[in-house]
Structures are given as structure tokens and as C-alpha cells.
């Protein structure tokens, strides 16, 4: 090959912010995850319905098996069920010899009003010899490490309780990595329990005990453990491994809380920044659209520290009132818009007002009089369309008034931004465009940014990764994206930013068939995408400079973006509306809009059919694949009330 290049003619520069990271609440990449909590459920508060929904919805759930594959592993084990099975998700119980105890959820006398449920422990027969006790088992077990200390916290009321309560550690074979004894626990109001545990013995799959001995009733609430250290040792912080993986990519900026998470799944479950600051044991938890509670412990404020930490700048992104829920509509009524647009008003605040207003005077009584380092906003995630569009320049309207210098971002949905995703928006600073695509995509497409006109707004390729036909990520994947890197690079003058996702995956949880960061209780690794994002970074050119290549190519096939049961293709331009899926006879899925991710998740994720992957070709059309599943006889998609052509 001849590679001729010519740096008399400097062409487009290279954002400097080019390369940020994206978090969400997905596969447990924060509950269990970046957040160093090692109890599950400590505040009792997990077998809540999530706002907006009833007990007979249930919905589908992904399997929990690593790895599934998306779109062409088939995946059999999806099932619809409603995912809370107990009163007290992660909390089991025991007696020994002739003690006995029960155990249930209950919201009188509640340590507070916003997390109002704690653990009843009824002790009947137990002494020093015959014992009762619940156990929690973290998060796929407690990773105790020998030498290491945790810090302990909990709270405690009791009636006619005049035993001890011990604190233990305990190893999957019953032994004693840890403990502490509380002497005394007969207090009829609330009271907090604190000490450190220094493990003697480690196990990766510890749990975590507190054990009684005597008759009585004891009430237990907010049971809090954490590593003694975490990242830049803060309290309430994050686990040091995977908090330093993020870290050493130096991002330019942190994308938070999502996804998906962002649009709830109902409007009344969204996430509320509110409920996440604060003393955490008055956070109430949110529901994520990915089939868990979070406890809102990596909350707002934590988030905001985090990105200062790490020298990133904060780019929030909020609920615009539109959720995932399409049965009770997924946009909340224009006329009910109001708190929504105060609350992201104020949520700015939060961040960077002057400590006399209201919410910076909040942040400043959290022990952060600066302002922190907020940057971006985002109205809503991967929502598209017309009423979309009247409600982001509301929204954008109310922000710029107030912070003029504010860097907002417009979400597109999944694709290419175009003429409709860009109809009806006055102003877009940033255009958010969403590529999750297929092996060797990247190299077949290395034009994808040419097309676009300049001039008008910047883009931020707010969701990139290589995940089809890749397993859970390879070389091929890496490649793919470090291709999709060069080609933002090559087009600098217009796509300013960039974020993979998702960021992290929890392997006992995989919500996402490709993540960057992959980890368990006890270990983590980054995949090799992760280190060619890390290598195009750290070697960010400044400028393009004019290069002519000569190369005898092999061939290069071309991705086959392919479904088990069906493939359907349309053009984008003209068949936007009226789909309809049909499950064995029965309507499961009706929308006017496809490209709308918020519908297509619930296409994938909730509401049955199975495995789905809605992509976008080269020529503009839309493709659509469900793979089969075995407990649905047959898939019709229609469009605009027809039957699609190759679609079975
Ligand atoms: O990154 C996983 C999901 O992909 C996000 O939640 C959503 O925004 C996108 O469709």
C-alpha cells in the first residue's frame, strides 16, 4: 500500500471532547456495581410495585444467564413473570436448635416516612446456644477479602427484646470471616448500630448475618455494608476497580442516568433526581426499565462529585415526561408538563447555582459549596417525532432563558438523525444520534458522517457499539469500533462528542448483549473495545490532515443483519407508522411510531416479543428481525395494516 498524506492541507480538527462515557442503571452496572453497597436491598424497600403498575402486569424479563446475543443468538429463556418474588428480595432466615422466628415486611412505626418499610424479626425460644438469624446475600455474594475492614451501619427498634445482636461474615461453607456484637438492643424507638468489621479469612461468596439470641421482636432497617475502601475514599462512594477503569479512560464527559432508565417504566417511576440526594437512608429507590430496583445510593449529588473526581464534565440527562409505558401513554399530558421542566430547572441548579439559591444552598449543605462541573443537558433519551419535538424546545426554551451557556442535547432515537427526527425542533445545539450495529459496519460505512449538512447543529453519537454477530463482544466488535472512531474523527467539524454503551455489566445480570466493562462481585475486566477507545483517546490527533490511500483491497463482505424468524425491511421515509405485532393471534404491540426507541424497547425488553433489533440500512430503510422463541407460535408484523413483505 502507498499511504500519501499531506500536512500542508490541515483539514477538519478533532473534537478534544470527543470521547465521554455513558452510564446507566442497566445489568446492575450501578446497584452492585460502580456503587460499593455490598447489601442488596438494605433498606427493605425492593418488593415495592413500581409506581404506575399493578401485580397482575408482569412483563418480560431477560434471561440471567451471560452471555445472550443479539440479534442472532437465539435465546429461549426470556419469561413473562413479574420479577419480585419475596416481601424481602435478598433476605433469607435461619434458626438454630429450638429457636424459631419470623419474619416479615412491614410499614408501621417506619424509621422514616419516605422509606417506610422495615424488616419485623419475631424471636420466640432462642438463648446463646439456640439461635435465630436473617441473612442477606449481597449482591451474587459478598466478595470478603482477608485483611480488609467494612463499615458497618444499621438501624434497630426491638420490644421485649434483652439479647445481643451479632454482625458476622460468614463464608459459603458457614464459617466466620467477621463479626461484631452489639451488646445491647432493647430500644423502643429507632436507633443506629455502626462498627467495622476486619475480615480474618476472605470468600467471594460470603453473606452477611445477624444473629440473635433471645426471645422478643426486633425491627431492622437501612442494614448498610460497604468496603472501607472506595475511589478517593469517599463516603457513600464507588467500588475502586471498576470506578478507576472509567477514570483511566479520561473522559471528557459522564452521561447519566441513561438510557432507557431516564423514561421509566411508567411515567410515575421515572427517576426523580430529588430522590436521590440527601441521607440515604431517605432516598427512595427507582424502578429500572431493566427489571431491578435501584436504592438511589450513586445518586445525583454522588454522580456530580464523581465527574469532578475525575476531571469530566456532567451531562445530565432528563425526563422530558415521556416514559416507556405505552398502555397509559407514554407522554405525560402537555398541560402536566410543568414539574418536569422545574424540576430539570432545578436539577441545574443543583449543580452549578450561586449557594443562595434554593438548590445550590442544598448542595452547599451537602459539603459542596462550587458549583460542579455540569456542562450538558439532554431532554429526554431516544425519544423522536412531532410531539417530541414540541416538547424539546419547551423544554429548551426554559433552560437556555435561565443558562444561556448550557450545552443542550436533543435526543434522535436509534439511527441516523434525518429530516423527521429534526422536524419541528427550533434550535438543536446537539443532535444525539443512538448506532448500536453490526460487525464490519463501521468499515462499509466509513462515509456515514459525509452525508450530513454542516452548519446547523454538532452531533454526539450518544450510544455507539458494535453488537451483532460479535457474541458478547470480540475483536471484530473492537475493530468495527475503533473503525467508527476514525470516521467521527475524520468528520470533526461535526460530531463533537462520543459515548459507547452500555458502559458496565454485572455477568450474573445481563440486561444488553455487549458491554464494555464486565465484572462480578469480586473481579472485573474490560473488553478489548474498551482498550482501543482507551488507545484512540490517549492518541486523540488534533487535526485531520489531507491523506491519500492506495490499497489493493480484499473484499470485504458485507454484515448480514439477520433475524431467526423474520426480517422485515422498509423505507424510512415513507412507512413510518402504524405497526402492529401480532402474537399468536393476539395483538402485543400496536404503535404509529417505530423509530421511537422507547417503543422498540418494550418491543425487545417488555412487552413479549422476545429478541427484536431495529436497525437502520445504508439506504435508509428500517429492518426489523424477531428471532424465534418457543413460546409464541407465530410473529405478523404489519405495517400501515399490511402484512410486511418477507416477514413470516
Ligand atoms: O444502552 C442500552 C440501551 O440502548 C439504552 O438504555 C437505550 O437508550 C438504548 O436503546
Not at 140 to 147: H, T
Not at 227 to 253: E, V
Not at 348 to 375: C, D, M, N, Q
Request: proline share 5%; charged share 20%.
Amino acid at each position: 500500500a502507498t499511504i500519501t498524506i499531506d500536512a500542508s492541507k490541515p483539514g477538519n480538527p478533532v473534537s478534544p471532547t470527543l470521547h465521554g462515557v455513558f452510564f446507566e442503571e442497566i445489568s446492575h452496572g450501578g446497584e452492585g456495581g460502580l456503587y460499593a453497597e455490598l447489601i442488596q436491598n438494605r433498606g427493605f424497600e425492593e418488593a415495592n410495585i413500581p409506581p404506575g403498575m399493578t401485580l397482575t402486569d408482569g412483563f418480560i424479563v431477560p434471561p440471567r444467564t451471560p452471555h445472550f446475543s443479539m440479534p442472532n443468538n437465539g435465546v429461549s429463556d426470556w419469561k413473562m413473570e413479574w420479577p419480585i418474588k419475596s416481601d424481602y428480595p435478598a433476605w433469607s432466615y435461619k434458626a438454630a436448635g429450638s429457636a424459631a422466628l419470623q419474619v416479615s415486611r412491614t410499614a408501621i412505626n417506619p424509621l422514616n416516612n419516605a422509606t417506610p418499610h422495615s424488616l419485623q424479626v419475631d424471636i420466640s425460644n432462642a438463648d446463646n446456644n439456640n439461635t435465630a438469624s436473617i441473612i442477606n446475600e449481597g449482591f451474587w455474594g459478598i466478595n470478603v477479602v482477608a485483611g480488609d475492614s467494612y463499615k458497618l451501619n444499621f438501624y434497630v427498634r426491638s420490644n421485649e427484646y434483652n439479647g445481643s445482636i451479632t454482625a458476622m461474615l460468614q463464608s459459603e461453607d458457614g464459617s466466620t470471616l467477621a463479626s461484631h456484637t452489639f451488646t445491647s438492643a432493647n430500644n423502643t424507638n429507632w436507633k443506629r448500630y455502626s462498627a467495622t468489621l476486619k475480615a480474618n479469612k476472605g470468600d467471594k461468596k460470603a453473606t452477611f448475618v445477624l444473629l440473635f439470641n433471645a426471645p422478643g421482636t426486633v425491627w431492622l432497617d437501612h442494614v448498610s455494608l460497604f468496603p472501607s475502601k472506595t475511589f478517593k475514599n469517599r463516603p457513600n462512594g464507588l467500588r475502586q476497580d471498576l470506578a478507576q477503569y472509567i477514570a483511566d479512560l479520561k473522559p471528557a464527559f459522564i452521561r447519566w442516568p441513561g438510557g432507557c432508565f431516564v423514561e421509566g417504566i411508567t411515567i410515575q417511576s421515572a427517576p426523580d433526581w430529588k430522590q436521590t440526594i440527601g441521607p440515604v437512608e431517605q432516598r427512595t429507590g427507582t424502578y429500572s426499565p431493566w427489571g431491578y430496583w435501584t436504592s438511589n445510593g450513586f445518586g445525583y449529588h454522588e454522580y456530580l462529585q464523581y465527574c469532578e473526581d475525575i476531571g469530566a464534565a456532567a451531562l445530565y440527562v432528563f425526563n422530558a415526561g415521556v416514559s416507556c409505558d405505552f398502555r397509559s401513554g407514554t407522554f405525560a399530558p402537555d398541560d402536566s408538563l410543568q414539574p418536569y421542566i422545574q424540576s430539570a430547572l432545578d436539577a441545574i441548579e443543583y449543580a452549578i447555582g450561586p449557594v443562595t439559591s434554593k438548590w445550590g444552598k442544598v448542595r452547599a449543605a451537602a459539603g459542596h459549596p462550587k458549583p460542579f462541573p455540569l456542562k450538558y443537558v439532554e431532554i429526554g433519551n431516544e425519544q423522536v417525532g412531532p410531539r417530541y419535538a414540541e416538547r424539546y424546545n419547551v423544554f429548551y426554551d426554559a433552560i437556555k432563558s435561565k443558562y444561556p451557556h448550557l450545552e443542550t442535547i436533543a435526543s434522535m432515537g436509534i439511527g441516523d438523525v434525518n429530516e423527521y427526527t429534526l422536524k419541528g425542533m427550533k434550535h438543536v445545539d446537539y443532535a444525539d444520534e443512538h448506532a448500536y450495529k453490526a460487525a464490519g459496519w463501521a468499515m462499509t460505512h466509513f462515509d456515514h458522517f459525509d452525508k450530513y449538512k454542516r452548519g446547523n447543529w454538532d452531533l454526539y453519537v450518544g450510544e455507539y457499539a458494535t453488537n451483532a454477530g460479535v457474541g458478547a463482544g470480540n475483536m471484530e466488535a473492537s475493530l468495527s469500533d475503533a473503525v467508527y472512531i476514525m470516521s467521527m474523527e475524520k468528520n470533526g467539524d461535526l460530531v463533537k462528542m462520543s459515548s459507547y454503551a452500555p458502559l458496565l455489566v454485572d455477568t450474573n445480570d445481563v440486561d444488553w448483549p455487549v458491554n464494555l466493562i464486565n465484572f462480578d462481585n469480586a473481579n472485573s475486566f474490560a473488553r478489548i473495545s474498551y482498550y482501543a477507545i482507551k488507545m484512540l483517546s490517549e492518541n486523540r490527533a488534533d487535526v485531520n490532515v489531507a491523506t491519500d490511500v492506495e490499497i489493493t483491497q480484499p473484499a470485504v463482505k458485507k454484515p448480514a443483519f439477520s433475524g431467526g424468524i423474520g426480517l422485515a425491511t422498509w423505507d424510512t421515509k415513507t412507512a413510518y407508522k402504524d405497526i402492529e405485532v401480532i402474537r399468536n393471534g393476539k395483538t402485543v404491540y400496536k404503535s404509529d411510531f417505530i423509530n421511537d426507541i422507547s417503543n422498540w424497547a418494550l418491543l425487545r425488553g417488555t412487552w413479549g416479543v422476545k429478541d427484536s433489533a431495529l436497525a437502520q440500512t445504508a439506504a435508509g430503510a428500517q429492518q426489523f428481525a424477531m428471532l424465534k422463541d418457543k413460546s409464541f407460535d407465530t410473529y405478523t408484523l404489519k405495517l400501515k395494516g399490511k402484512k410486511l413483505e418477507g416477514y413470516n
